[in-house]
């Protein structure tokens, strides 16, 4: 069996955090701490949890845009972190980014012909002008766009045509993954789901890999393949996409997941108690750290640290992974496969899927 696309394991990245007029390192924020999954080619990765939970730290570590305090990222199976500065700037060509706002990542002075032209050069994938201009108008006519447009700038574009620019230079330089985080969260719905769409074909087309965060469940519930749930640096669950709306296990994917109003005395119990703070990443809790806003704590969760356990050989795509030992006892959190939290966001998914289904028909 070939080796997964991308491998990750034990990464960490402690960020020093000082104080005081000297600089003195005064703690640790524990942004990202002991985070193992994997990737397949062709394959989409959700990394969802609530803001801070270190999911835009675990993008960057990939790339290695940050260098972590531990860990290793394996990408062709080749050991990325071992690798120097120099080669690194190569293999960036087949690790690509995509963030929230293209407007803060795209050059306002620079034409879009020479904002795709730029990596064109840079990696030799296009050797003479004609060649250059020949595969401009091609990658503005992969994300729907025209080869006219080439000659505008940044500012004349609307915010979906500014993501499709930012998923256009992306895909100049042939790369193999893209690490999309929260790409569509600033759009309107329909636009999101436009947005979408087209990297959905651009995966199929292309057999592109996507690492996609997001802390928006409607839009990861249509693209991804599987889910990472993170909490306070860590994932506590992975599962197939289906699996982990059918049968969420950790409680804090059920609180995410939960909460449509219904007479299951267990939902609204969790949905009450994730409205407890978020713990400091400075100063976690000690054993589970979800024990602070935990529905089904009990004493041995102050102490002992779950593991991330799987049902099945890790390796197997299928394989659900849980870091909380007693979710067996729970009750069954079947209620919740269809529901996706309050009525605001039942409302929100309705739209977003409504929207789905007409550019479907449309195209
Ligand atoms: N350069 C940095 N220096 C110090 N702390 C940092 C740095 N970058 C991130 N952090 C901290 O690390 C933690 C994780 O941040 P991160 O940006 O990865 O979270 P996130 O899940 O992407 O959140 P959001 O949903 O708000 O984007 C946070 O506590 C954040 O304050
Ligand atoms: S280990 Fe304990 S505190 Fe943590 S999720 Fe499971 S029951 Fe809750
Ligand atoms: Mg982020």
């Not at 230079?169 to 979408?196: F, G, K, T």
Request: charged share 25%; proline share 7%.
């Amino acid at each position: 069996m070939s080796p997964p696309l991308l491998e990750v394991a034990g990464l960490a990245k402690h960020f020093p955090v000082k104080r005081g007029a000297f600089g003195f390192v005064s703690g640790h924020v524990r942004a990202v701490d002991g985070v193992d999954f994997h990737l397949d080619a062709g394959e989409t990765l959700a990394i969802v949890g609530e803001s801070g939970c270190g999911k835009s730290t675990v993008g960057r570590l990939v790339l290695r845009l940050l260098e972590p305090t531990a860990g290793s990222v394996r990408f062709e199976g080749e050991d990325l972190l071992a690798l120097p500065e120099t080669e690194m700037r190569a293999r960036r060509q087949r690790l690509q980014v995509i963030f929230q706002d293209p407007y803060a990542s795209l050059n306002p002075r620079m034409t879009v012909g020479a904002m795709l032209g730029e990596p064109l050069m840079l990696h030799r994938l296009a050797n003479t002008e004609t060649e250059r201009r020949a595969r401009i108008g091609e990658l503005l006519e992969l994300v729907g766009l025209r080869p006219e447009h080439a000659r505008r700038y940044p500012h004349e574009f609307s915010g979906g045509q500014r993501q499709r620019l930012a998923i256009a230079r992306a895909l100049a330089v042939e790369p193999r993954l893209i690490v999309a985080d929260e790409a569509v969260s600033a759009l309107d719905v329909s636009i999101q789901a436009q947005v979408i769409n087209l990297m959905q074909s651009l995966q199929k087309r292309f057999g592109l890999a996507y690492i996609f965060i997001s802390h928006d469940l409607a839009v990861v519930k249509h693209i991804a393949d599987r889910i990472a749930v993170m909490y306070l640096g860590k994932i506590v669950e992975t599962a197939t996409t289906e699996d982990l709306f059918r049968s969420p296990r950790h409680p804090y994917t059920r609180a995410l997941l939960a909460a449509v109003p219904q007479p299951d005395p267990t939902v609204v119990r969790e949905r009450a108690l994730l409205e407890g703070d978020l713990p400091s990443a400075m100063n976690p809790p000690s054993g589970c750290l979800f024990h602070t806003r935990c529905p089904f704590v009990r004493d041995a969760c102050r102490r002992d640290v779950p593991v991330l356990a799987d049902d099945g050989p890790s390796s197997d795509p299928s394989s659900h992974a849980t870091a909380c030992p007693y979710w067996p006892e729970f009750p069954p959190a079947a209620a919740l496969a269809q529901s996706m939290g309050q009525e605001q966001d039942r409302i929100r998914l309705a739209r977003l899927q409504a929207a789905f289904v007409s550019q479907t028909e449309a195209s």
